[in-house]
């Protein structure tokens, strides 16, 4: 059913499952997983800081990513199982989800409801909600059981 899967995450709880899914998806369907982290990092910080500033700080984020990589693969337990490729890029994350979709590779995107930041989701929206509103291909959304709990309460 799916050769290509991509899952996005942030390093979150809710990306941590959304790529235990997509994992277990992958292995179910023999497919192919690729993980993208987009770096949030705006152009505009050239504008602020100079060119060796900005590449320390590009050189911090890289280092971060890898950190945090390693404690995802140690938080996903199926990761251990199969084979996958980590994607990178920089930018707003659900243009760069998208760009990355839109690139003809994948055939499904799993992406988690909630990420880091819950009070930036207020401002602008949610990258779950844009991504799926957009992506030409079909999106699995996951949620966390405590988050349907908190839910499911609310609506009482």
């Keep these: ?3 290509n899967i991509l899952v996005m995450t942030d390093f979150s709880e809710d990306s941590n499952y959304a790529a235990q ?4 998806m ?3 369907f023999e497919a192919n997983l690729y993980i993208l982290h987009v770096a ?3 152009g505009d910080f050239t504008i602020l800081l100079d060119e060796h500033e900005y590449e320390d700080i ?3 984020v890289d280092e971060s990513i890898k950190k945090e990589l390693s404690e995802m693969i140690k938080n996903v337990p199926c990761l251990k199982d199969i084979k996958y490729k980590h994607i990178v890029r920089r930018g707003i994350p659900y243009e760069e989800g998208l760009k990355e979709v839109k690139s003809g590779k994948y055939d499904l995107l799993v992406v988690g409801s909630h990420g880091k930041s819950n009070v930036t989701t ?5 990258t779950t909600a844009k991504l799926t509103r957009r992506s030409p ?3 699995h959304m996951t949620r966390l059981k405590k988050r349907q709990d908190h839910i499911a309460a609310a609506n009482k």
């Excluded at 899914?21 to 277990?24: F, I, L, Q, R, W």
């Excluded at 207020?122 to 949610?126: P, R």
């Design 58 to 60: 590009k050189r911090r």
């Design 1 to 3: 059913m799916y050769k």
């Design 122 to 126: 207020f401002f602008y929206g949610s």
């Design 40 to 42: 949030h990092i705006s």
């Design 21 to 24: 899914v997509a994992c277990e």
């Design 137 to 139: 291909i079909s999106v």
């Design 26 to 28: 992958a292995k179910k």
